[in-house]
């Protein structure tokens, strides 16, 4: 089956500096990819949609100066928490959808902010 | 407001049984419903998928029930077992535009041996 693959798992950073996660389809090319935001015992919630090569979607509520989202290739988005909080702190799951529009999931991110 | 509902929140089943999950939605115009099963600590991983032009799909002792004209479609594990104990999502997206999941809320499953 197809993996999608996140760096890093888990992350621990200090309040005000940037964490950058990469999602990466290892098998299949993705011209989208999806970013969530998973609060433990939560379902998950959408943040953005990411094209290849132009601006991501955000949903109503996030603020995309501060979750800046790229995606440079076929097989790789990323996700910069900006200035990060404690309240950032969170479990970011990413999705690449194939060409048969299935949404494969990464294993995430355990983001704690100090 | 939530567009797929989940039921219920949790449940416990012994080993052997039969385990049952139920979403409803509201927005016609999703197409295509697909299971999520998810452990602590990890992603969610496709358990199985349905569209609209079937009622029923069964893959291995999962069985998706799918009832159109009542917005409803339901999870069954058939011979439960100790590990199938996850969070269980059922989902919804449209087969138009960004084609987003939307999640319902989740259902602990507990089997017991």
């Known amino acids: 089956g197809a993996v999608v693959s996140q760096h890093p798992s888990w992350v621990i950073c200090k309040s005000g500096t940037s964490v950058k996660i990469e999602c990466r389809s290892l098998?299949?090319?993705?011209?989208?990819m999806f970013w969530y935001r998973q609060f433990p015992k939560q379902s998950l919630m959408l943040m953005a949609t990411s094209n290849e090569g132009s601006k991501a979607t955000y949903e109503q509520g996030v603020e995309k100066d501060k979750f800046l989202i790229n995606h440079a290739s076929l097989t790789l988005s990323t996700l910069t928490v900006t200035s990060a909080h404690p309240e950032d702190s969170s479990f970011y799951i990413c999705?690449?959808?194939?060409?048969?529009?299935?949404?494969?999931f990464g294993p995430g991110t355990r983001l704690t902010v100090l | 407001q939530q567009q797929v509902k989940q039921s219920p929140q949790s449940l416990i089943v012994q080993k052997g049984g039969i385990s049952i999950i139920n979403c409803a939605y509201e927005n016609t115009a999703f197409d295509y419903f697909p299971w999520y099963q998810q452990f602590p600590g990890k992603g969610p991983a496709l358990l199985i998928a349905?569209?609209?032009?079937?009622s029923e799909k069964k893959e291995g002792r999962f069985t998706i029930s799918f009832n159109k004209s009542a917005k409803q479609f339901s999870l069954h594990i058939m011979d439960s077992q100790p590990g199938d104990s996850a969070t269980y999502f059922c989902a919804a997206s449209t087969d138009t535009g960004r084609r987003a999941l939307t999640f319902g809320s989740g259902t602990r499953l507990q089997v017991q041996p």
């Open positions: 999705s690449a959808r194939d060409a048969g529009d299935t949404q494969y």
């Open positions: 349905i569209r609209p032009d079937v």
């Open positions: 098998d299949f090319q993705a011209t989208t």
